[in-house]
């Protein structure tokens, strides 16, 4: 267990419609990181919060957004969803500090678009 | 840009033989470098990770050297179980807090 939930563990929905998917970093992470794992493309770092700021982004659809509240937790929001946004949506979380740069894994939000 | 490649799968492997999966890596200046592993229906564990040349990380008897000259951070295990089955990724770090870059997954099948 590394210390980092995810809700919910699936998530089935169709077309066009709207999610958000949820992550509360381990206790004392103040970076938050979302990444889409697809059979087609891997592991891609969509975006990166730190301490409430946006702190970088990478291959994240300008029909994605996220944000990451006072509490540290973070949510991604998917919408006008199509086929291919069908994918594991990891959260990861990183010490303030040291670590040089490990990550912690949650254990993912599985999202069918039917 | 920074980039890993690691080698492709999958690989199939009969229980106590060895192991090795190789990654290299393209970075500026000294990263990071970690391995991952993903179990079937399970998110990422970090499994080992290496922060400056010549060190070696461990776990769970893998083990991995950070090797600045060869660019490499090949992953080892001397006598592989079929609970060892399961995705294995290469990753980097450029500095602290930054997102991670991966490679594309070696898939590990051991054979009872």
């Known amino acids: 267990d590394s210390g980092v939930t995810q809700t919910p563990k699936h998530l089935i929905t169709a077309t066009g419609q709207r999610v958000t998917l949820r992550c509360s970093p381990r206790s004392g992470d103040l970076s938050v990181y979302w990444y889409q794992q697809s059979l087609d493309q891997g592991l891609q770092f969509l975006i990166q919060?730190?301490?409430?700021?946006?702190?970088a982004k990478g291959n994240i659809l300008e029909r994605f957004s996220a944000q990451q509240f006072p509490d540290l937790h973070s949510e991604l929001n998917l919408s006008s969803l199509e086929l291919g946004d069908s994918a594991l949506y990891f959260c990861?979380?990183?010490?303030?500090?040291?670590?040089?740069?490990?990550?912690?894994f949650g254990p993912g939000t599985r999202l069918l678009v039917l | 840009g920074n980039s890993v490649t690691q080698m492709e799968g999958p690989v199939t492997l009969s229980e106590e033989a060895f192991l090795t999966i190789n990654c290299t890596y393209t970075?500026?200046?000294?990263?990071?470098l970690f391995w991952y592993v993903q179990y079937p229906g399970e998110g990422l564990q970090l499994l080992l990770k290496?922060?400056?040349?010549?060190d070696k990380g461990s776990n769970k008897g893998f083990e991995a050297t950070y090797r600045k000259e060869t660019t490499s951070f090949h992953l080892e295990k001397g006598s592989v179980q079929v609970s060892d089955s399961a995705v294995y990724f290469c990753a980097l770090s450029p500095t602290g807090n930054t997102p991670l870059v991966f490679g594309k997954g070696t898939r590990l099948s051991v054979i009872a």
């Open positions: 290496a922060t400056k040349a010549d």
């Open positions: 990861a979380s990183s010490p303030r500090t040291s670590g040089r740069g490990a990550q912690y």
């Open positions: 970075a500026t200046g000294y990263p990071s």
């Open positions: 919060y730190y301490n409430g700021e946006e702190r």
